[in-house]
């Protein structure tokens, strides 16, 4: 029997216990529809008005918080009642929103600029300061919301990057339990809170995987963690990296009547999606991450992202998964954001991203952390320019600079761009950039027919000669960067001896539409034409 895994840390607070593993860093935040007792979504942020209510129910839940608690506690609880006082942090967050900034964006920035300044200090007890910033804002980010910091379960081993002090406080800890920090300080309010209250903590371990339930015990004497066999240590670590190559598996490769190799992968809309997979699937060709974030609260939360990121990467295993960063705007608004003088411009996808950095920063950060779990790709909608790639690049680098400055583990996925634009179709030896391309064919048949988009399933069958007609000349274009199509055309058995005959060898399709495009890709050569016999 292989024996646990014993990793050395630096003690914060002496004693010793054990029990089942509670994961911090993978919050388990229903969304929205998830939430009866939750206010919708529109009514979960607003404007300034809405800010100062949400500071006000924080500086309530704190006071509350502080009753009846020691005064070491109450000290740690008013200094955070005194951040959320300083009318300079309020100030600041307003004038993000006077430059045309949603408050819940706003609010993010202005708190994230302040730990990101903690962070970097030289002085020990200044970085451990940065956890109570963060506790701030996530207080204020729920209230916003409405959707409060859940507790952990009772005796439990909290393990995470870092602990806020007011999720310490709020705890029963008189069921036992431990803290692990990957990081941490010794000088932090957690770290004394824990020695007040004899609560066994250890700091410094690094990353390490486990599983939540997975029994572990903290030696807070000696400076360990026991892991259970079969956990290991995580290296502390992934240096960014440039896009390289093609990322496509053959898992899921088949073969056409004459033997040319294809790749059928599938579409989801929701992370529960990803239980199509089976040996004979080439991962995820496309998830529509706005189907998964629904409210301008969720595009602020970075972890709830890299929950349902790492979730779909995890599922996925080997095979790899593209996953299209928000595609809002026009007909598919964000609640939270429909009144925004941004969208009245018709704004939509990349452009309303580049347009809105703070949304896309948050999104970049949880793709970035997400893809050392999988084998990760980006995809920009909407694209019309090749500057819009270079811009959207240039900010994935900037937050991946962020995050190795705060240790934090990440990678650079490869990012490519959906060809949905007929400029863009035109013109895609422009897009050096661009690791690769897939055709989305709903938008494309829209714009090239200039129909209405309740008319597209009416005119859809009247355009496809000019769509399929636009694919074969842009797939000529593509240099021989990967490509693939994942609108619904990939979906239409009637559609694929033109798609075939374009050059197309990369299918991506709605999970039940899977069984059908296999079997008639089996019966078709790789031009097009049907098989002898068929």
């Known amino acids: ?63 509350h918080l502080a009753d009846g608690a020691d005064a070491e506690s109450r000290d740690i609880i008013d200094f955070q009642i005194e951040v959320l006082r300083d009318p300079s942090i309020a100030e600041a967050t307003g004038a993000r929103m ?29 970085r451990a300061r940065a956890v109570d910033i963060l506790d701030i804002k996530n207080r204020v980010l729920g209230a916003l919301a409405g959707t409060p910091i859940a507790d952990f379960p009772p005796g439990s081993v909290f393990i995470g990057k870092d602990m806020e002090p007011s999720r310490f406080l709020a705890h029963d800890w008189s069921k036992g339990g431990g803290i692990a920090l990957f990081a941490g300080s010794t000088a932090g309010h957690v770290a004394l809170l824990a020695r007040a209250k004899s609560v066994p903590m250890v700091i410094g371990t690094g990353r390490f995987s486990a599983a939540d339930g997975d029994p572990v015990s903290v030696d807070g004497n000696a400076g360990a963690v026991i892991l259970q066999a079969g956990s290991m240590l995580i290296p502390p670590l992934v240096p960014a990296q440039e896009p390289a ?57 970075e972890e709830r992202q890299l929950a349902i990121y790492r979730r779909v990467l995890e599922q996925a295993g080997d095979g ?27 704004l939509r996808g990349i452009r309303l991203l580049l347009a809105r950095p703070e949304i896309a920063r948050v999104q970049a950060r949880a793709l970035l952390r997400a893809a050392v779990f999988g084998r990760l790709s980006v995809m920009l909608p909407m ?59 709903n938008d494309l048949t829209q714009y090239l027919a200039a129909s209405a988009r309740d008319d597209i399933d009416a005119d859809a069958g009247k355009a496809a000669p000019a769509v399929l007609r636009l694919i074969a000349q842009a797939v000529k274009l593509t240099a021989g960067k990967p490509v693939s199509i994942c609108g619904d055309m990939a979906g239409n058995p009637s559609y694929l001896p033109g798609l075939l005959a374009a050059g197309l060898r990369h299918f991506s399709v709605a999970p039940a539409r899977r069984p059908a495009i296999r079997s008639a890709i089996i019966g078709l050569n790789a031009d097009g034409t049907r098989a002898a016999g068929e």
């Open 383 to 441: 694209v019309t320019f090749p500057d819009e790639i270079d811009r959207m690049r240039e900010l994935f680098r900037e937050e991946a600079e962020k995050l190795g400055r705060r240790a934090l583990r990440h990678r650079m996925p490869p990012i490519g761009m959906m060809v949905e634009v007929p400029a863009a179709a035109l013109m895609l030896d422009t897009f050096g950039a661009a690791a690769f391309f897939s055709f989305g064919t």
């Open 320 to 346: 790899p998964v593209t996953i299209r960063m928000l595609d809002i705007g026009g007909d598919k608004p964000l609640a939270g954001l429909e009144d925004l003088p941004a969208l009245a411009s018709g």
């Open 98 to 126: 006077e430059a045309d900034e949603n408050v819940v964006f706003a609010w993010v920035a202005t708190l994230d600029a302040y730990i990101g300044e903690l962070e970097a200090a030289d002085e020990e007890p200044m």
């Open 245 to 301: 190559g093609d990322t496509q598996t053959t898992g899921g490769e088949l073969r056409t009547a004459d033997g040319v190799p294809i790749l059928l992968s599938i579409n989801i809309n929701d992370p529960a999606e990803i239980d199509a997979l089976d040996q004979a699937t080439a991962g995820v060709g496309l998830m529509r991450s706005e189907f998964s974030i629904t409210s301008v609260a969720d595009a602020a939360n």
């Open 1 to 63: 029997m292989a024996e646990p895994l014993r990793l050395k840390a630096k003690s914060a607070s002496p004693g010793i216990a054990s029990g089942p593993a509670f994961l911090a860093e993978e919050p388990k935040a229903p969304s929205a529809a998830e939430r009866p007792d939750a206010a919708p979504a529109s009514q979960a942020v607003g404007g300034y008005g809405a800010l100062e209510k949400a500071i006000d129910i924080s500086i309530g839940e704190l006071e």
